[in-house]
């Protein structure tokens, strides 16, 4: 499996990105999806996440700002990041919680981690 992430990039605060994560491979189905970020010098962190049925949660520094969506049939999640702020730059890490089958296997509840976008919010 592979999740591979896209949209990162340069903005001045006020802006917008839109992120976009697919993930592939001998996935039977996604139970979750989700967007966390790690800025320099701090802990990894939750951003946004999104269940199978489209239960969403979010950091309450994102609240009102960013906006989780996903495309079952893709198998693909969006970020639809507004009114970035300076500290809202970090490298943003797609995660996927899914099923998968391996060699006639079926595994659950399987992690995977995208490698990263950079997103860098001017001021």
Known sequence: VQLQASGGGLVQ???????????????????????YRQAPGKERGLVAAITSGGNTRYADTVKGRFTISRDNAKNTVYLQMNSL???????YYCNA?????????????MDYWGKGTLVTVSS
């Open 85 to 91: 702020k300076p500290e809202d730059t970090a490298v």
């Open 13 to 35: 605060a006020g802006g917008s990105l839109r992120l976009s994560c697919a993930a592939s491979g001998s996935i039977i189905s996604i139970n979750a999806m989700g967007w």
């Open 97 to 109: 919680d899914l099923n998968e089958l391996v060699l006639g296997t079926r595994y659950d509840g």
